[in-house]
Structure formats: structure tokens, C-alpha cells
């Protein structure tokens, strides 16, 4: 590692370092109001950290960085980006989180290496078609945002493995979602969802899916699809059944579908043999399949606030039950079952 510090006529020092190789500038925390302009003087800069400051522009001498492939401008109060930014063409990660940006410039959409871009925590309404330019990306974050819909371009993006769109104000899904075929992780938590399309059983490869907090009163059948997943969190919408199809996800670790409209569970959640954690507390439940005692690996299982008057018998022999939570419910008296499995050390809540 090596450093070299440079004073520009009317700004503060700027120490740049190199570090594995690259040219580094790290003014992260300074509480700067403003960059100098003259920080377009460093033409060999590849990585610009600004992050926490107190910025509400940048310099159109930003664009003569031409070597930047790192720009972090999180935590700021920018309100608009500058159209400088159609110079950075290297840039592969980008993040402007937590600003007071309404709007994105096309400039962005021009940034066509960029692998990871992080708009998130902004007050982004729209977004342009040339969105779907950016088909290097791996990772997209707008979540905390206000966005009532999406651009079909977005379906252009087929090298996303995450993609963060929480806390916005979806109602609707494009079309084009099913050629996101790389997904790994999707969040769509806090919107206003009242449906999925089937075309959501197309991202085969996904692990993570987090949909709570919205108004789905379904789940497509297709889901069953996603035979990768491992966790899916669909808490608090307003579902009054689960598709049988979910018996499918024979990976699914952790399911939560607690605060919802539940009378009953499909039978075949007793395929779901590498499932560790179910939540399904604060639903509308009189009765548990039989089938649940085949989840052999399950270690908790939540049954909090439903209208349960008998346990089946057959959860009493699951190996690895660590707690059980069964307050809040109608049951006329524990099973002996329940007291064997406080003797071997599950904890029972009652």
C-alpha cells in the first residue's frame, strides 16, 4: 500500500492511496458540504468513497474520472445527480443510497458496465426504460423508495442475482419478470401486492424469496417451481390457503406465513423434509396435519394465537424439535406427547 497526498488551490487535501492495485480516495465521514472542483484533476482515481457526508451536489468535474470503476455517495443529501455521469462509462458499482433524489437522470442509463448499483432510502417515483441498459448488473437495490410500478425493461436484466425492491408502492409486477432467470435473492416486502404471476415459478434458480407485507390474498400454484429456494417469508398478507404445490420445495429450510387468514395447511407441507423453522402463528387454524410429523429436520415450529383444539400426535416424534409454541389457542388439555418432549430438552411453550 502506498500513498500520496495532493492540496488542489481551493479545497482540502486529498490523500489517495493505492491499495490492492487500485487508486483509492476514501473522504467517507469528513461532514463535507462540497467537493472541490478540482478533484477532476485526478485522473487516474479508480475508487471515490464519499459516503456520510453532508454533499447536496457534485462537481461536473466528477466526469473527467474517466478511470473510476468504485463511486460510493451513500448517506449524502444530494437532490439530483449531474449529467457528468454519462462520462464514468468504467463504472461497475454505484451507490447513491440514502439521498433525497426524486428523480434519475438518463445519464445513469449509460453506465453500461455497472454490475451493482444502490439507489435505495431515496424519494425515486419512476423509472425510465433505459433501466433495461444495464444488462452487466448482478445487484439492484431500490427498496425504500416510491415506486408504483416498474418498467418492462426491466426483464432485460438477466444477470441479477439480487434484486431489493422493498418498501415501495408495487401494485403490479411486469410482465417481462419472468427472464430474470438468475435471481438468487428477490425482495418484494412492503408494498401493495394483491397478486403474483405464475411467471414467478420461471426464476428456477432462486433461494431467497421475501414477499411480507402486502396484500396477497394468493400464491401461485407455480411456485412450487423453485425447487432451490430455502426460505420463504409470506407474513402478514391477507392468504387464506397455501397451494398444495409448496410441497415441492423439498430445500425450503425457514417458511414464515404468520399474520395471515389461514384455516388449514396443505397436506403436503410434510414433504417439505429439510424444513427447520415454520411460523405459522396468528392465522385462523382449528386443526394441523398429520403429515407435519414427517418433517424430520424441523427444530421450530410455531403455532402462537390460532384456534387449534388438537395437536396431531404424530409431532411428539420429531427428532429434532427444539421449541414448540402453542399459547394462545382453544386446546382442552396438553397431549403426554408434550411433557416427553420437554423431557428430552425441546422448549415448550403452553
Not at 406465513?257 to 405459522?280: C, E, H, I, K, M
Not at 387454524?285 to 398429520?290: G, N, Q, R, V, Y
Not at 429434532?320 to 408434550?338: G, I, S, Y
Amino acid at each position: 500500500m502506498s500513498s500520496a497526498t495532493e492540496t488542489p488551490p481551493h479545497g482540502l487535501p486529498l490523500s489517495v492511496t493505492a491499495t490492492h492495485g487500485q487508486t483509492v480516495l476514501d473522504l467517507s465521514g469528513k461532514q463535507l458540504s462540497a467537493l472541490p472542483e478540482s478533484i477532476g484533476t485526478l485522473r487516474a482515481l479508480e475508487a471515490l468513497d464519499v459516503d456520510e457526508n453532508q454533499l447536496v451536489s457534485l462537481p461536473e468535474s466528477l466526469g473527467q474520472l474517466t478511470n473510476l470503476t468504485i463511486l460510493t455517495v451513500y448517506n449524502n443529501q444530494l437532490m439530483a445527480l449531474p449529467a457528468c455521469l454519462r462520462q464514468l462509462t468504467r463504472l461497475t458499482a454505484f451507490s447513491v443510497g440514502r439521498n433525497h433524489l426524486t428523480a434519475l437522470p438518463e445519464s445513469l442509463w449509460q453506465l453500461t458496465n455497472l454490475q451493482t448499483l444502490n439507489v435505495a432510502e431515496n424519494h425515486v417515483s419512476s423509472l425510465s426504460e433505459g433501466l433495461g441498459n444495464l444488462t452487466q448488473l448482478q445487484m439492484l437495490d431500490l427498496g425504500h423508495n416510491a415506486l408504483t410500478c416498474l418498467p418492462e425493461s426491466l426483464g432485460n436484466l438477466r444477470r441479477l442475482r439480487f434484486l431489493y425492491l422493498s418498501h415501495n408502492q408495487l401494485t403490479t409486477l411486469p410482465t417481462s419478470f419472468e427472464h430474470l432467470g438468475h435471481l438468487l435473492y428477490l425482495s418484494l416486502t412492503d408494498n401493495h401486492l394483491t397478486s403474483l404471476p405464475d411467471s414467478l415459478g420461471n426464476l428456477t434458480r432462486l433461494i431467497e424469496l421475501r414477499l411480507y407485507n402486502n396484500r396477497l390474498s394468493t400464491l401461485p400454484a407455480s411456485l412450487g417451481h423453485l425447487t432451490h429456494l430455502k426460505e420463504l417469508h409470506v407474513m402478514h398478507n391477507a392468504l387464506v390457503s397455501l397451494p398444495v404445490s409448496l410441497g415441492n420445495l423439498s430445500n425450503l429450510k425457514k417458511f414464515s406465513v404468520q399474520g395471515n387468514r389461514l384455516t388449514a395447511l396443505p397436506t403436503s407441507l410434510g414433504n417439505l423434509t429439510s424444513l427447520t423453522d415454520l411460523d405459522v402463528r396468528n392465522n385462523q387454524l382449528t386443526s394441523l396435519p398429520e403429515s407435519l410429523g414427517q418433517l424430520r429436520h424441523l427444530r421450530s415450529l410455531d403455532l402462537r394465537g390460532n384456534k387449534l383444539v388438537t395437536l396431531p400426535a404424530s409431532l411428539g416424534a420429531l427428532p429434532h424439535l427444539e421449541k414448540l409454541d402453542v399459547r394462545w389457542n382453544k386446546l382442552p388439555a396438553l397431549p403426554a406427547w408434550m411433557h416427553q418432549l420437554e423431557q428430552r430438552g425441546c422448549t415448550v411453550y403452553t
